[in-house]
């Protein structure tokens, strides 16, 4: 047997793919080295400014492939020996996450100084996270997209509890890893059961598979969907699977909430669409009523929960869950159409929460607690700027036009009217209009009322460089891609996944 | 009987034997020896230390970072096996992967000695 | 008794259930932790099972990625969960509740 060793053919490593990946991670290996071998302290936000850089690169090196991939003559094409494919989704996605990785970065590196957490660690996990995000939106194989998400997942269980001192924080982070595990522990139970039924976890032939065969035990593949639902809906924090957001998003460190609800959910999107819309396509009679019972019950239960709380970061956590649920309409239209709103939507919202979430960094002060409602009274004539900056992000949440929020909302809603949901676009719609109240009251509060007795008792509030940039970004972007959106709902068109197992 | 169960045979009669060697030696020291209990002869032997407290205590931080770091590297080596069972079939391609696999599990070894975790405080 | 691959399936499902029951009912950290490594073992009995049955290497592949994964799983587990311990001792999942609402 060993006498007649052949070598075997090893998978072709297509470097000009895997570039936004090994920016990443060598952007994270390289800040990890460096910071633990070199005991000079380092220059101010050169962590960050390292961070920004490996994402930033990731952006150029996928836009770099973007036109091979959308080129009809040449077309999307799968990576390692299968493993992974390149199309226009990934590059879509990568774009997605990249920039949730780089603002939030900007966003990290004034509040660590501030709560005198300085180091590299924060950065490397955000780096690993992205990374992780990264594997999901390309993964052409159930187990890649597992590794994917449990490389995300881990790495955002410590981010969560990075403030150690805090109790909130650690108790984030225990929340969010239990639940967390549990829900990839249904994803994978799942997997094994579509495994079970199609003999295979590689995508294209489980969809090859399945168009030419006929299921003698349909059973194993249904519950095999209902298990990836769980699993996912978990990711994507949807109604009845969202109980841990609102602990979790408001006990992390801010900054780290504002990846989690940016690039962390477009990588558990982006599963979804890939795994049920792409794959799962011919089946789709039997998990459409599940989506579409998840997207109900999502809307309804995040716009209603956030107008009672009292904690804007618990909104904000409640009022992802209603977004996540306009992208579930986007999700079980399943079509094109459907696809590339739910892509545009999740483009549009991670520069929204993002901003969202860095005004709640600036305005949480020292300590990062402070998040009550009560501590935005008065805003709009202590630093009017921000005020300013922040009612744009709100109106964008509730869908005014102009913003980039109104349009997300529109092509979502356009999709599922177009495919004849119409009780879902209503729904959806109702959903729009409670949450607009809920935004509303942030901005009367901001500027209709006067500022609390301790609101000026530690001076000025200072918005920092790091957080000034990423914030300036998130607003440009929200005003100028709400009025003129034409090229990014294009690429977004275009940024459908496709199926595919040939070579690059 | 199988020629499989055969084989098993053997073991158990070496068990067997190695088990009635103990018993019989230990037992005939019992019957042979004088028995004259003190209370410095019933303590635990510490290397020579008197013991403190009881058996049960609560082990030391330290000891479960120890812990953590092991299982990560050793459930690592689950790579390992497989591929130096085939690296011939892999070639020069199969040790780049492995080198690039071992020096980023290096990178994790150097960030938790600078950390000075492997230090026995 | 012919023992066929539907009964190691059922019994992956049971113990996958008894992690998963284990996991709402339990209120001690450390044993919601063993419950989560039941559920990953059950599906990993699953894997080998379907890989046994449809004679594809592969699902034996699986078993390894996910023991290696499980291990990431139990280190930084058990890190978050000592922090906690470490300011609380005995304490339980009820105790870990300043967040509501």
């Known amino acids: 047997m060993i006498a007649q060793v052949q070598a075997m053919s090893t998978p072709d490593v297509a470097w000009s793919a895997l570039a936004p990946l090994l920016a990443l991670v060598g952007g994270a290996l390289v800040l990890l080295l460096v910071s633990t071998l070199t005991t000079a302290k380092p220059p101010r936000g050169a962590y960050a400014i390292i961070t920004v850089l490996a994402a930033v690169f990731a952006i150029g090196s996928a836009m770099a492939i973007w036109d091979r991939v959308t080129d009809p003559s040449q077309g999307p094409y799968a990576a390692v020996a299968g493993a992974l494919s390149i199309d226009g989704f990934t590059v879509f996605l990568t774009i997605v996450i990249a920039v949730g990785v780089a603002l939030a970065a900007m966003l990290c590196d004034d509040y660590l100084r501030r709560e005198g957490l300085d180091g590299p660690e924060l950065y490397v996990l955000l780096l690993l996270a992205a990374a992780g995000g990264l594997v999901m939106a390309m993964a052409n194989d159930l187990i890649v997209l597992f590794l994917g998400l449990e490389s995300l997942s881990i790495a955002l269980y410590v981010a969560a509890g990075f403030h150690r001192r805090r109790a909130s924080s650690r108790e984030a982070a225990m929340k969010y890893f239990v639940l967390g595990a549990f829900s990839s522990a249904f994803l994978l139970y799942g997997i094994a059961l579509v495994y079970g039924a199609t003999g295979s976890t590689n995508l294209v032939k489980i969809s090859a598979f399945l168009s030419h065969n006929v299921l003698e035990r349909e059973g194993l593949l249904l519950a095999g969907f209902a298990l990836l639902l769980v699993g996912l809906g978990f990711k994507v924090s949807a109604v009845p699977f969202h109980v841990w957001t609102p602990d979790v998003y408001q006990g992390a460190p801010t900054p780290v909430t504002a990846f989690m609800a940016s690039a962390s959910k477009a990588a558990a999107f982006a599963a979804l669409l890939r795994v049920f819309v792409t794959t799962f396509y011919a089946q789709r009679v039997d998990w459409q009523p599940l989506i579409a019972g998840l997207a109900v019950a999502t809307l309804v239960v995040g716009a209603v929960l956030a107008i009672v709380q009292s904690d804007v970061k618990r909104m904000m956590a409640y009022s992802s869950i209603s977004h996540a649920g306009f992208i579930l309409v986007g999700v079980q239209v399943a079509s094109a159409r459907g696809t590339s709103s739910a892509l545009f939507y999740l483009l549009a919202y991670t520069f929204l929460i993002v901003g969202t979430f860095g005004v709640a960094t600036v305005v949480g002060r020292r300590g990062d607690a402070a998040h009550a409602i009560t501590d935005y009274r008065g805003l709009g004539s202590r630093r009017p700027g921000l005020a300013l900056v922040f009612t744009v992000f709100l109106l964008a949440q509730a869908g005014v036009p102009l913003t980039t929020g109104f349009l997300a909302k529109f092509y979502v809603i356009n999709a599922a009217v177009e495919a004849r949901s119409y009780w879902l676009a209503i729904v959806a719609m109702l959903s729009a209009v409670v949450s607009a109240f809920l935004y509303l009251r942030v901005v009367v509060a901001m500027y209709m009322s006067e500022p609390g007795a301790a609101a000026d008792a530690d001076g000025r509030l200072q918005i920092p460089a790091g957080a000034g940039i990423a914030l300036a970004l998130a607003v440009a972007f929200t005003l100028v891609v709400g009025v003129v959106p034409d090229r990014v709902a294009h690429w977004a068109d275009r940024a459908v996944p496709v199926l595919t197992d040939k070579a690059g | ?121 | 008794m012919d023992v066929g691959a539907s009964w190691y399936l059922v019994l992956a499902a049971m113990i996958f259930a008894i992690g998963a029951l284990g996991l709402m009912v339990r209120r001690n950290p450390l044993v919601m932790f063993m419950c989560i490594e039941l559920m990953l073992n059950a599906v990993n009995l699953t894997f080998v099972t379907f890989s046994r049955e449809l004679n594809d290497i592969g699902g034996q592949v699986i078993v390894f990625f996910v023991l290696v994964v499980a291990a990431a799983e139990v280190t930084v587990g058990l890190g978050i969960i000592v922090a906690i311990l470490r300011r609380r001792p005995g304490i339980t999942a009820d105790d870990v509740s300043a967040l509501k609402g």
């Open chain 2, 1 to 121: 009987m199988s020629e499989f169960l055969r084989a098993y045979l053997t073991v158990a009669v070496f068990a067997a034997f190695a088990g009635l060697l103990i018993a019989g030696v230990l037992g005939l020291s019992r019957l042979i020896r004088p028995n004259r209990p003190t209370p410095q002869k019933l303590l635990t032997y510490e290397s020579g230390v008197d013991p403190v407290g009881s058996g049960f205590s609560q082990s030391q931080v330290r000891y479960y970072i120890f812990a953590l770091l092991f299982v990560m590297f050793d459930v690592e080596a689950v790579f390992i096996f497989p591929w130096a069972m085939r690296l011939e079939l892999y070639q020069v391609f199969g040790l780049v992967e492995m080198a690039v696999f071992i020096v980023i599990l290096v990178f994790g070894l150097v960030y938790a000695w600078r950390k000075g975790v492997l230090r026995w405080v």
